[in-house]
């Protein structure tokens, strides 16, 4: 079976109470799912509630819409293998419930107990536990009491049966050490890439027969997609808008809803390095101070990039206790160590962002356009029920467009190169990919308001572009290709030059020499091939990188092995250190759960379970 969908930590019971708490507030909460079927199947003597089944289900499909920013039915969730994954998961997890039964283990009452009556959701004003809103809850999702305290008592059976497995797995020491010694090693290294101007003379124009022969040779790179002849008609808020009076006291009322995007508190640029404690934090603060070390400096012995330890631009209220201290510096410096919901930090000022006040005046123009198109949509939405209906009556879209204010009609051929205009919205590409000549016109909604309709009047299959329509691209795809070429064959000259004794400087390169580059590290307007071959070179070596429809030249100078005893290899090795052991700790919880399916009987009702899939759907 699969792997479980989230890995369970000792504390994992809190994840159990907030999922259940997803369940209910995303309204899928599954009340008496099966009134015939109880079990979707079986692992030794632990059942798999079919109810359990959908909750996951939902639980999934609720997350992955959140993902992609739109709604993920059953039919698309199955597609992606959501199903599978989430029966693998229920039936490790009952797989691992049989074996703590088998071996007694168990979380006594007072621990259930306690772990309800501490849940923020079953809180009332007061701040303490209330069994009214604790039942409510229950009866929303489905479940009595009994069976939701046996499920606490079944995932704390899990936890300790987990972390009996996992007691003692710890990453060896030399194998973090030896991580950490080649993730902190450095390069020292120049680069030139390679232009056409480098060329002795630039490539010539191709001839008639070379450009004949490209053609023919990558016809694929000039074939006109599959076309669709469309017909639409579109009411859009845009149009509608022209029409629109709009008064002072809507404009009013739009700008003291949009206050906070007109009057913009000042706001600080700051980044923020966190320390273990108070006297850690105070140590680097005093070196900051003597200007033995920068703050970029203390970042990088904490085996940080500034990427890390950049907060952006914050509010005074977004730095909590900090805020008052920040928001008194006036110009770049660092101060702490103060509090952070992280620890004791260094609070690097980059920048200030003034305050900015946009007056009701100024904002005018652009709250008359906000108001009239509200109010543009408000009416697009009540001419809808209109057109559909003379849609469902038969109407043409010619006769629609005629009958309906502002509605434009036209004909588009539409491709995958089409672009711009009503072809720009996903709505009408979608609709226009899947319409076919029986469609049935019908109003299709677009998410800024407008609405549109449309029929298919034929379609175009795939067709090469005629040579006179492509000549000038053609041209430019040879004219790419010979060039690069001609730079690697250049390239190959240069690299035997630079390996008798030249340096890239006098072969007349523009070259770029970066020393103390990490691993991890990115070359400017290059491609990561150039760092990627950095690290596989030896110290003096010079090779020619080609990547990306580019050529570069690049010589390593000299290789910084990492320093064993410097404040970043010891942070970065913790990090390696714990890495390793949590990847070692779930390779070994795979690999047991595996051997207790392995073991125990797992038998699947594939008739219950397709009734459940049916019922999610």
Do not use: C
């Amino acid at each position: 079976m699969s792997t479980p969908l989230r890995r369970k930590r000792a504390n994992s019971v809190i994840w159990a109470v907030l999922a259940l708490v997803m369940v209910g507030l995303g309204g899928y909460g599954v009340t008496n799912f099966s009134q015939t079927v109880s079990s979707i199947g079986q692992v030794g003597s632990r059942p798999i509630g079919v109810n359990d089944y959908a909750r996951a289900m939902r639980q999934e499909m609720n997350a992955l819409s959140a993902q992609i920013g739109e709604a993920v039915g059953f039919d698309r969730a199955q597609q992606m293998g959501v199903d599978r994954q989430v029966l693998g998961t229920l039936v490790t997890w009952a797989a691992m419930e049989d074996e703590a039964d088998k071996m007694g283990l168990s979380i006594g009452d007072a621990a259930v107990r306690d772990r309800i009556t501490s849940a923020p959701i079953f809180r009332g004003t007061d701040g303490a536990f209330s069994r009214d809103i604790y039942s409510m809850w229950l009866q929303q999702q489905g479940m009595t009491e009994v069976e939701f305290e046996q499920m606490l008592r079944d995932e704390g059976a899990r936890t300790i049966l987990q972390g009996a497995v996992l007691t003692g797995v710890t990453a060896p020491p030399p194998a973090a050490d030896r991580l950490t010694s080649w993730q902190g090693e450095r390069r020292a290294f120049a680069y030139a890439e390679l232009i056409g101007s480098d060329l002795a003379q630039p490539v010539a124009a191709p001839t008639d027969a070379q450009v004949q022969a490209w053609y023919d040779g990558h016809k694929d790179s000039y074939m006109r997609p599959e076309t669709r002849q469309i017909t639409y008609v579109w009411l859009s808020p845009d149009d509608v808008k022209a029409h629109v009076q709009v008064d002072e006291a809507a404009l009013k009322q739009a700008y003291e809803a949009r206050k906070s995007e007109y009057l913009v508190p000042e706001k600080r640029k700051v980044a923020r390095l966190v320390f273990p404690t108070v006297a850690d934090a105070q140590a680097a603060k005093a070196r900051f101070d003597a200007k033995t070390a920068s703050f970029e400096d203390l970042v990088r012995e904490r085996g940080l990039t500034p990427k890390d330890v950049d907060l952006g631009e914050v509010g005074h209220d977004d730095l909590g206790p900090a805020g008052d201290a920040v928001f008194a510096m006036t110009g770049p410096s660092v101060i702490g160590p103060l509090d952070s919901p992280l620890g004791p930090a260094l609070f690097a000022l980059q920048g200030v962002l003034p305050a900015e006040t946009t007056t009701f005046d100024e904002a005018r123009p652009e709250l008359n356009d906000i108001v009239a198109l509200d109010r543009a949509r408000r009416m697009i939405a009540e001419q809808s029920a209109k057109i559909e209906d003379n849609l469902a009556s038969g109407a043409s879209l010619a006769d629609v467009a005629k009958e309906t204010r502002d509605m434009t009609s036209g004909k588009i051929a539409y491709n995958a190169e089409a672009e711009g205009g009503l072809t720009g919205y996903e709505a009408f590409r979608k609709a226009a990919q899947e319409v076919t000549a029986d469609s049935f016109p019908t109003l299709i909604q677009l998410d800024d308001g407008g609405v549109f309709a449309i029929q298919l009047d034929g379609i175009d299959p795939p067709s090469l572009k005629p040579l006179d329509q492509v000549k000038d691209q053609v041209i430019a795809d040879w004219t790419e290709d010979e060039t690069h070429r001609q730079l690697l064959s250049l390239a190959e000259e240069q690299l035997a030059l630079v390996q008798n004794g030249t340096t890239l400087e006098k072969l007349g390169l523009v070259t770029t020499h970066l020393t103390d580059f990490a691993r991890n590290g990115h070359v400017q307007d290059a491609d990561p091939a150039v760092a990627q071959a950095v690290f596989a070179m030896k110290a003096g070596e010079t090779k020619v990188v080609d990547a990306g429809g580019k050529v570069w030249l690049v010589a390593l100078e000299s290789v910084t092995p990492a320093d064993p005893a410097s404040a970043a290899y010891k942070a970065t090795r913790d990090q390696v250190a714990a890495q390793l052991s949590q990847s070692m700790g779930s390779d070994v919880m795979d690999l047991y759960t595996r051997a207790l399916q392995a073991t125990t009987t797992v038998t699947i009702d594939q008739a219950a379970l397709n009734a459940a899939n049916n019922q999610l759907k």
